[in-house]
């Protein structure tokens, strides 16, 4: 079976700009998270969907949006890109949001000029 | 809230040899969870072990075991045996027993280098 699968692996935008990330978790699994992971530092939790409800949200400001589809991909969005936001964005994926274990993708690299 | 420290941005270990990673943290809460990820270059977050804070036995996985003191907030984690393919950045991670599955908080890690 296919691990959990992020697209694009990079991503290069201008401050202002939109983007959108997307994540396939492994299937079967109904919960998708999102972390953001600046350069030297750990993750840092932004959301958690779990069967297309939002479950958890990290300490991030409006422009960051998500959503979970039937299929149980998600997509993350941010608006109005700032310099900081480049960083990698992980997804990962559970059963059911519980207290299983976690099963994370390679992330998508974005840098933001 | 809950805060995960590692102090040790980099450690290096001979192959076959033992390396102990440190972590602390600080929370009020009695019941939790820590675990130890290790994420090589291919980015991807690998869960090494887990840990109940409620359960007193330390947790072990092949040549991976912790070293959790509860009542002075360490968990430690000590690579046994150690192998190249080892080497990667190594986070420590907490997460509250009632809280959302996805809200785990990570240390800043510890980059491991193994030398053959």
């Known amino acids: 079976d296919a691990g959990v699968t992020q697209s694009p692996t990079h991503l290069i935008k201008t401050r202002g700009q939109q983007v959108t990330l997307r994540c396939s978790p492994i299937?079967?699994?109904?919960?998708v998270s999102w972390y953001q992971q600046v350069l030297g530092q750990g993750p840092q939790f932004i959301f958690q969907?779990?069967?297309?409800?939002?479950?958890g949200r990290g300490n991030f400001p409006d422009r960051f949006s998500a959503r979970q589809f039937p299929n149980y991909s998600s997509e993350l969005n941010v608006n109005a890109l700032l310099l900081g936001d480049s960083a990698l964005y992980l997804c990962?994926?559970?059963?059911?949001?519980?207290?299983?274990?976690?099963?994370f993708g390679s992330g998508t690299q974005l840098s933001v000029l | 809230a809950q805060t995960v420290t590692q102090s040790q941005p980099e450690m290096s270990v001979q192959e076959a040899e033992t390396v102990t990673l440190s972590c602390t943290y600080d929370t009020s809460e009695s019941d939790y969870y820590l675990f130890w990820y290790k994420q090589p270059p291919s980015r991807q977050m690998i869960l090494v072990i887990r840990q109940e804070a409620y359960k007193q036995q330390n947790a072990t996985e092949n040549r991976f075991s912790v070293n959790f003191q509860k009542a002075a907030k360490s968990f430690s984690l000590k690579i046994s045996d150690s192998q190249l393919g080892d080497a990667a950045m190594y986070f420590c991670a907490y997460r509250s027993s009632g809280g959302s599955q996805g809200n785990l908080i990570f240390g800043k890690g510890t980059k491991l280098s193994v030398k053959p």
């Open positions: 969907y779990y069967e297309k409800e939002e479950r």
């Open positions: 299937s079967g699994h109904k919960s």
């Open positions: 990962a994926s559970s059963f059911t949001g519980g207290y299983e274990k976690l099963f």
